[in-house]
């Protein structure tokens, strides 16, 4: 199979895409002479998200792989290709049952693994997290998990300063996954710390649940821009126009190191949804405008930001229409969360040799069709 149009991350203004048997097999430019291409068509990699909750009305903290398949198929119709399934704190027996739940999807390729975003966190920095149910990272609790995942869980979020994090976090590594530092109090010494244990460590929604930065009191996020800037960390963005602006967009991109900048969406349930009333594992959340909120049952005030509503390809639209490179936004939403997930060489990028997952959007990076695996979605 064919497909024409115009492949920024490879340079070409019009190209073809050719795929046999699921996988890529040639990138070419389009020869002198040939038929004009298709009405702007730009092609991209399949996007990958490693940190989402769910979308369409769905979500991933479920006991229902159907309701997990349906979050899951929401955003592969929208160019999200690859998902990690990310799941909120809950209580040990609620975790467990919902990695079992979630562990044959990944099995089947279904998803791409399972991302933890608690219970290890910090109650000063918990955002969309119940208090009541934050632990200090339990070796035991860990270990039940891994084996219910039986290799799913790739990522596990953890603030650095709990008791027994340095471990639990040498235990993860040592296991195979990728250790997220986040939702946290600590300072710039501790998050440098931290990172500093391995470069293949990822910081969780970079600004988000975390100490602001500051030119007297630099903090978490400048600890993790040197580390980024230096090859030694991959930072995640949430660039929804909600969670972060655009000035700290333009920072990030300036200050990281290319390929070390992860976008997300963080996306809950309420993604590609109305305004309304949701759930974010056991906590209630508010949607208004599109910016999703913890509900207040009291009426007092807004609560924390509980998640994005958001999808990935909307994410990447925002980040370029605030300075960035088409080519460097589509890097940080595909080959960059490849790698993270130890997938460089078979997904992310458009190769020969690359599983074919691809996005043909229009210019406005509005999706038009979607491949994945060498089939179109409907």
């Known amino acids: 199979m064919e497909i024409r149009g115009a492949i920024p991350t490879a340079g070409l203004a019009d190209g073809i895409v050719t795929t046999d048997s699921g996988v890529i097999t040639d990138i070419a430019a389009v020869h002198d002479g040939a038929a004009p291409p298709a009405a702007g ?34 955003h592969a119709d929208r160019g999200t290709t690859g998902v990690v399934a990310s799941l909120v704190t809950a209580a040990p027996a609620d975790l467990l049952g919902q990695v079992r739940t979630l562990a044959p999807l990944v099995a089947d390729g279904t998803l791409l693994g399972i991302h933890l975003e608690g219970p290890f966190l910090s109650p000063a ?14 070796e035991s609790l860990v270990a039940a998990l891994l084996k219910a995942g039986a290799g799913a869980i790739k990522i596990i979020t953890i603030a650095p300063e709990r008791t027994g994090a340095t471990a639990i976090a040498s235990l993860l590594r040592d296991a195979g996954v990728t250790v997220a530092f986040g939702h946290t109090d600590t300072d710039y010494a501790g998050m440098a710390a931290a990172l500093a244990e391995s470069a ?12 602001p930065l500051h030119h007297r009191s630099a903090g978490p996020v400048a600890a993790a821009l040197v580390a980024a800037a230096a090859h030694a960390a991959w930072v995640e963005l949430i660039a929804d126009g909600v969670h972060v602006d655009e000035g700290f967009t333009r920072l990030v991109f300036a200050a990281a190191a290319r390929g070390r900048v992860v976008l997300v969406t963080d996306a809950m349930a309420a993604a590609g949804m109305p305004d309304g009333s949701y759930v974010l594992g056991p906590l209630r959340v508010t949607v208004r405008a599109g910016v999703a909120r913890l509900a207040d049952p009291h009426g007092a005030g807004e609560g924390s930001i509980a998640g994005g509503t958001r999808t990935l390809l909307e994410v990447v639209a925002t980040v370029v229409a605030s300075g960035v490179p088409l080519a460097d936004a589509v890097l940080a939403a595909s080959g960059t969360p490849a790698r993270v997930l130890g997938l460089a060489s078979s997904r992310g990028r458009l190769a020969p040799g690359v599983v074919a997952d691809l996005v043909l959007t229009d210019p406005r990076l509005n999706v038009r069709r979607v491949m994945r695996a060498g089939r179109w979605l409907s």
Request: negative net charge.
């Open 200 to 211: 293949d460590s990822l910081v969780t929604h970079l600004g988000n649940a975390m100490a």
């Open 41 to 74: 068509d730009v092609i991209l990699p399949g996007l990958i998200d490693i940190h989402c909750h769910g979308g369409g009305g769905h979500g991933f903290a479920t006991f229902s792989a159907d309701e997990a398949r349906a979050a899951a198929a929401f």
């Open 125 to 138: 920095r918990r955002g969309a997290h119940a208090a009541s149910l934050l632990l200090d990272p339990d």
